[in-house]
Each structure stands twice: as C-alpha cells, then as structure tokens.
C-alpha cells in the first residue's frame, strides 16, 4: 500500500526536477515583436530575425506580421490589458496617442547616449518626429510618399510632354494647376471612358487630400496653437481646385467618388494619377503591360509652403512599450532592426523607403527616384493625439463639398469648427 | 425517533421531510436543473450582463481606454443630442432598418412560398440559399464591392442598364450608399429568414387550404386569409429580430463604405465604434451604445403591442 505512494513521490520529485532544470537552461530573454504587414513581411523578416538570435543567443524574439485592418483595436486592447508588444512598429499619425496615455518607453531617458549616436544617420525631418511634448519615443524606420504617375501611352497618343520627372527639366518651373488642368482636360474622353486623372475623395485616409492643401499653401494643423491650420483663404482654395476637378474640368471618373480609382490608373484609363511607394511592386506584378513614369506634383499657389508642390508622406517608427521588462534587448532589436543592411534588406523587399541617410532608392527601378528628389516637398504629418480623428472629420467635410451638398467655405469652416473642437477635448 | 442512514444523500433529503424545512423541499429538487443551467447562467452574466452594466458606468465618465477616464456625471447623456454626427447616424440607423426588414421579409416570404410549392430538390435549395450566412462577410463584400462598380461594365450597373438606367455610383452616391447596403445584406441573410419562413409554413394545417379550396376561395384568397394571420407569430418573431439585428448594422459599413460618401451612411454602432478606438472617446461610445439598447427595447416593446393587437 505504501509503496506505490512512494513510487508516485519519487517520480513527482523527478518531473518537477527536470522542470526545474529546463527553465534554468532555457533561460532566454523573449522580446514580442508586432508589425503590421507591408506585403512580404512574413517572407523578409524572420531571416533578419534568426540573424538577430543568432547574433544574441540570450534573446528570443516572438514576431507577429498582422493585417492593418483592425490596428487600433488590436494595440488598444493589447496596452490596456498590459500585455503590450515589447517592440511594435507605429506610423507617426498612431503613435502619438499612446504617448500621451504614458504607454511607450521614453528613449531619451532610457537610452541618451545612444540616441546622440543614432542621431547622426538620420535627416532632422524624420528625426524630428520622433519627439512629441519633449520625449522621443521612436526611431525612425519607413516612409511613404504618394507622387503624380502619368501614362505614358495615353499621353503619347495625344502628344502631349509627359509631366517633369526632374527639376532640372525646363518643363518644371510650368507644371503648375493651369497647365496639370489643361492636360487633364486634354486627355480626358468620358465617351470612352478615359479620365485626365483618377482621383476620389471616397477613400477613407486623407492621402489624396492633404496634398491639395499643401499645394494652396498651407498644412492640416497649427500644433503649437492646438488648432486647425486649413481654416483661411488656403484651405478654401484646396477644397475649391479638387472640387473644381470634379465637377469644372470634369477630369475626374465617377463624379469624384469612385470606390476603387487606383484601378482605374491602373487599368489605362486615367493619363494620370496619385500612386503610392509601395504601389509600384503592384504595378510591375500586376499590371506589367502598363507604361507609366512618375513626376512631380503640379505647383499649387502656395509657393512659399514646400514651394507649392506639397504631396502626402508619411513614416513609421519602432517604439517600446513602457511595460516591457525587457528594455535592454527590446533595443537591442530595434537597432538590429535599423541598421542600414537590414533595413535597406526590408525595404527593397517590400518597395518602401527606409529613413536613414544613408538608404537611396532602389536603383533597379527608376520609378523610385521621383519619390526620392520629391522628398524636400513633403510636409509630413503633424504629430497629435487626435490627428487620425481630424483626418475623418476633414475627409467628411471633403466628401460632402465633392457632392455638392456644401460650398468648398462652408465645408472648410465645418470641418475646421469640428477639428478644433476635437483637438480641444 | 431519529432515522439514520448510511447514505449522507439520502440522509439529506430525509431532512427535508421536516415540516420546517418543508419550504425548501421544491427548491433542492430543482437543484440538479439548476445546475444544468448553470454553464450558461454563468457565460451570460460574464459577457452579457457585465458588460452592459460596465457601459453603463462608463457612459457617466469621460475618456479612453488608453488615457482611462473621469467622472463627469450625465454630461454624455446632455452632449449626444446636440452632436450632429450622432443624429445623423441615428437618422442612417433608422432609415436602413426601415428598408431592410420589410424588403427582406416581403423577399424571404416570396421565396418561401417558392420553395414550399417545390416537388423536388427542395433541400438542395435551402442548403444554397443558406450559403451566403454561412460564408465570412469579408469575402462577401469584397465580392459586392466588385459587383457596385461604378463603370457601366460593373456588374450591376450592366443588369440595370438592361432596363435602360444609367450607370449608377452604388456606393458613391449618398442616395444609393444605404439602399446598396440593404442589396447586400438582403442577400447574405436572406436564407435564414427565408427558412424561418419555410418553418412557419409548415406548422400551418393542410386540412385548411383544402377546407378553402372546397369553399371556393383563391390562391390568393388562401394566402390572405389563411397563411398571413397564421404566419404571425413568424413575422412577430422575425421583425422583432430584424430590427434588434439591423438596427446595430456594422459589418457593412466597416467594409464596404466606412461610413460615406460624407456621412451618408455612418450608423450608431459604426459611430460607437470609432469613437470607442478611433477617437479615444470611450465613455462617449458607451453613452450611445447605452442609448441604443434603450431604443431597441422601446421598439421591440412597441412591434410586439402592434403585431398582436392586430
């Protein structure tokens, strides 16, 4: 009877002893790494990963690619239930909420001396907007321009130059709003289908709008008067060309409203239109027969704001959340992560544009210089809390003047009096 | 004399015998059901009951879930009906329900009646009308979104371009973004008020069609006198669940339309939504989910008056 009692302690005692032991061995710092995919992350980044553990045997790191659908809910949920990814990677229109809750890991009081060596690799601009209310929470690592594509069969057809691709082109200081119209129009034949460029304001970020704001001279937010900044003769402007686009030159399909005009570029039938960085691989897979060149945003009148060719760009950051109990390796990784092979590895993988100095387009795809010499006029997005809830707000308002249903004033005004309103809560 | 027994059970029950402890003799008799109950007593107070009383704390406080909040007493309560975005959604809400639940039960009842006249493969076409619920809604809608199109060889704008209308902007057009949705969701629920329907169909006696018959009544006369009031207890049931269902639309306007073009067809839970973890305005959010559930209360409480009175 005795025994087996004994039998089953003794091997209680064993089981518990190599538990013990495995821990011990096992004893890896793990660091949750969460991304949203930019298309082949699933494929680019575990090798950079497996570099990394191989590099620091000590540390483990726990990767997640996932869908931007659904972000806001998945970060929120994950830092208000205090199981936060240690390293998560965050564009500058996200980031800036979870700062303000205390959420992110302060680099310049964690790490400072290795901040005024990091600094050095990178241009102000994209350093700058790592820092909000005097912190830095974040090391820039992505960004994203949208420039002007163009057709080169349709503008061929009609003879007409293909917009300037260089600043050098005499043809630059000419491509103003006047002239983009006129070969809009030009190029433009509703009878068959074929628009002088595929715009819409029935997309739900402000890409493709804030660009017109920038081109009239004048940027989506005051921040150090925590106000909007669109609400003068500039933003009336904006909202009355893009209007004007629509419903004036009639250059626009579907009355400014299409669900899906990327496709409509891409299928041939705009001359013209706003493609993203990243659109490029999908151009070349997808759409291989279609001829295109990129070129420089027309000049608006805003000449003394980014010289009047304003065009959207953005960036992403990796930061640290302030739970991590990891902070020393979480670094670890995010310079492992920002080094320029590494990056210029996910980069030319996923066809964007790593921030470092020393990162350079792709030079297997012409198509990436434009984006790269636009760079002096993208104003990049203010950073604020509430910046994604002005983004809807303004995108509401558009919506509405492009329907008709509001004067270009009267829907700047709303969605300035909502912004502010916003902005002050 | 005091009985003992071997069996602590029994030796309970035996207690109960007592004429004190007569009172308690039903209550440990339904124990056991009790416990059936149990599990699900348990999961509708956890993710049911909790929640809604947690929103009700929240829509008394101001704040995220990021930031956390503060007590501001009945300020939401005050703030919400002057805030224009939410009327607007409250005013979307109400005109997509009023569309969608007497179009899909007016197209569900037809079907029914369809299906019901079938001699063969009838369960083969229930299985295929089902489909589209069973299928997750983001296929579905990248489907439709396909199919509203707006150039004249989209799909649909090339079926009613057949009867010579134009080329409409399906969900472009603030005056066809909410009827586009009604066309979407029709279809993916449509099987299951269609089989609901069916059901109904078949709890009606045969014996009363062919007593009609014999009087001389018509199809049509069968189906007004016979098959409409005996299907009330179906339409109670399926316009009371068509307006709780609807009335929180979401999954179409997160993925077909994002709440435009404008606002043209934001609806309250859309509107929860965002400003839940959009805006950071959680206790706002729970202010108009709190609202929401009072409304369809009132409603279901008033279609239930309407629908027996008559």
Sequence with gaps: MIRWKKWILLALVVCVGVFILGTIANAKVT???????????????????KAFEEANPDIKVDFLSHPWEGWDERYTMAFVAETPPDVSYMPDEFWPKFAVAGLLAKFDELFPEDLDVMKKDYPDAFWRLTKFRGHQYGVPYLWVAIVLFYNEDIFDKAGLTYPPSDTKDPYFPKWTWDEFVRVAKALTNPDKDQWGYAWSAAFRDPNYLYPFFYQAGTDVLDIEKNRAAFDGPEGIKAFQFMVDLVHKYKVVPADGMHPRFHEVFYEGKAAMGPVESYSVVVIRTQYPELKVGAAFNPQGPGVDFHSGRGGFGNSGYWVMAKACENKDAAWKLINWLTTKENGQTFCDGVGLFGCRNDFGPDPKEPLYKVFWDSTPFLPGYPLHPRLRQAHSLIMAEAQEAVLLEKTPD???????????????E | MVRTFQNPIRGSLEILRWPKMRVYRGLAKSVKWYMFLLPYMLFYFIFLAVPIIWSLILSFQKGGLL???????????????????????????????????????????????????????????????FLPLLSSAVPLAIVWKALFIPEREGPLNYLVGLVGIPPQNWLGSPMLVIPSIVIFEIWRGYGFWTLVFLGGLGTIPQVLYEAAEVDGASPWESFLHITLPLLRPTFLFLAVMGVIWN?????????????????????IVWYVYRNAFHFEKLGYAATMGILLLFMILILTGLQRKFIEIR
Excluded: E
């Excluded at chain 2, 607007?88 to 009646?113: D, K």
């Design chain 1, 410 to 424: 009267q829907a700047i005004k709303d969605a300035a009096a909502a912004v502010n309103a916003a902005l002050q």
């Design chain 2, 247 to 267: 009335f929180q639309l979401f999954d179409a306007v997160y993925m077909l339309t994002y709440g435009g073009p404008g606002n043209a067809s934001y609806s």
């Design chain 2, 67 to 129: 930031a956390g909040t503060t007590f501001v007493g009945p300020k939401n309560y005050q703030v919400v009906w002057h805030d224009k975005l939410f009327i607007t959604a409250l005013r979307n809400t109400a005109y997509y329900t009023i569309l969608v639940v007497p179009s899909a039960m007016f197209f569900s009842l037809f079907l029914a009646l369809l299906i019901n006249q079938m001699q063969r493969f009838q369960n083969f076409v229930k299985v295929c009308i």
């Design chain 1, 31 to 49: 660091v949750t790494l969460w991304k949203a995919s930019h298309g082949a992350d699933p494929k680019i980044m575990p090798p950079i990963l």
